[in-house]
């Protein structure tokens, strides 16, 4: 007997839950790693020039503009406040308009500011420019990644973003001896005309041909998107499971979130604070240099391993950021006479430092999912950048008052609560 379409057998069909799994199979590359790449651009150049090379310009510039340091370096707490008031709205932009369009054309904003900065002769002009600045970077550096990331992935979220956020360290490191070369070679105005030229002509046209707003725009689902069935799509493919950004500033939840996102950045400029407290303890510059980089190294590290482990354990995450910068600060306090306790609490305490992104960023979508995410996450980064504008000058005044060894203790403290106010919101979330 024949069998199939003449014997009315029913055609096979294919399960809405296992069509993105086939179609994932058979593609070599999901587009979601290209977009990884973008935000790594993004981190890697545009945050890493403007935030981990700004320091190699403090001196030359402004002995060139005849002031003081400090002075100068104030464009720098403009850029941090101008950032904070933007992310709201940028976070409405977001859901609103492409972000294609929007990270291409800030990339290219940032480009011509950097340029402009090769052309001014009175500090004022460089406060105008860091006003400027932040609020390129409010999409560039507090959206960007988290937005892109939560959108184009399922599964492997954590581990991307920590792959994105470590991206800036590395860009740091790169660019730092460019632009050294550079400003010795050709003076610094030479260095933000290179740095302007690289935002304008390689990153904002590489994230304009590159960049997509949704996996839909592909015709894809997210990477990972087969292997759960209970999420909801909008139309424009868009994920509508998670807490409406109306129901989450109802929430308390919200706010505890804003305060864990507000001690983690916090607490991470204490990071500033070591290598004094190193060669207060009669340890050389050279050591005191090799301390901070332990720190870097445990905020790369812990960037990528951070991220693995909230793909499958969110909760194990926040132990894990906390219990490392409590551990580091400990080691800290009580290995002052000896350098390994000293580089390892500084290694540990990297972990702390890597969570502020890392783990602000996962924590928040645990609790409130990724219906409303980006502008839910712009809101809980004023936190973030606010954290960061008040901490760094109030350790400052702590430490003169009463020591840099209390600093760290109310450092620990500060961790201690962050470990009980994220598992408490992941319980009740």
Request: proline share 3%.
């Amino acid at each position: 007997m024949r069998i199939g379409k003449e014997t009315g057998d029913a055609p096979a069909t294919v399960s809405p839950c296992e069509a993105p799994s086939t179609s994932r199979k058979s593609a070599k590359i999901h587009y979601a790693y290209v977009i990884v790449a973008c935000c790594c651009l993004m981190m890697g150049i545009n945050v890493g020039l403007s935030f981990s090379c700004a320091g190699i310009f403090y001196q030359p510039v402004s002995s060139a503009l005849g002031v003081p340091v400090g002075e100068f370096g104030i464009y720098m707490s403009v850029m941090y406040v101008t950032s904070s008031l933007m992310l709201p709205l940028a976070g409405r932009m977001l859901e609103r308009y492409s972000a294609r369009m929007l990270f291409g054309v800030n990339s290219a904003v940032m480009g011509l500011i950097f340029i402009a900065m090769s052309l001014f002769h009175n500090v004022w002009e460089f406060y105008v420019a860091g006003a400027l600045m932040g609020v390129t970077l409010s999409f560039l550096l507090y959206l960007s990644f988290p937005t892109m990331v939560n959108r184009w992935f399922h599964s492997k979220v954590g581990l991307m973003i920590g792959i994105c956020s470590a991206a800036s360290g590395i860009g740091g490191m790169l660019f730092n001896p460019i632009a050294g070369r550079i400003i010795t070679e050709w003076g610094w105005r030479r260095g933000y005309a290179v740095f302007g030229l690289i935002c304008l002509c390689v990153v904002a046209p590489l994230l304009w041909i590159l960049l997509r707003d949704h996996p839909s725009d592909k015709g894809l689902q997210p990477y990972g998107a087969g292997e759960s069935c209970g999420e909801k799509k909008a139309a424009g493919g868009a994920v509508t499971t998670g807490m409406t950004y109306a129901a989450a500033v109802k929430s308390p939840l919200f706010y505890a979130l804003i305060l864990f996102a507000f001690l983690m950045m916090g607490i991470s400029t204490l990071n500033l604070f070591i290598p004094g407290y190193v060669t207060a303890h009669s340890f050389t510059l050279e050591q005191a240099s090799l301390t901070a980089a332990m720190v870097m190294a445990g905020v790369t590290l812990g960037k990528l391993v951070l991220g693995w482990v909230n793909d499958h354990n969110c909760a194990l995450g926040v132990v894990l950021t906390t219990g490392c910068g409590i551990g580091g600060l400990a080691f800290l306090l009580t290995g002052a006479g000896a350098l390994w306790l000293i580089l390892g609490g500084a290694f540990l305490f990297g972990w702390a430092y890597a969570g502020v992104t890392v783990q602000t960023a996962m924590l928040t979508r645990s609790v409130f999912g990724q219906r409303d995410y980006s502008r839910i996450y712009s809101i809980i980064s004023i936190a973030l950048a606010g954290g960061g504008a008040i901490a760094s000058g109030g350790w400052g005044l702590l430490a003169d008052a009463a020591g840099t060894p209390v600093t760290f203790i109310c450092g620990i403290a500060g961790l201690l609560l962050c470990l009980l106010i994220g598992l408490v919101s992941l319980r009740r979330s």
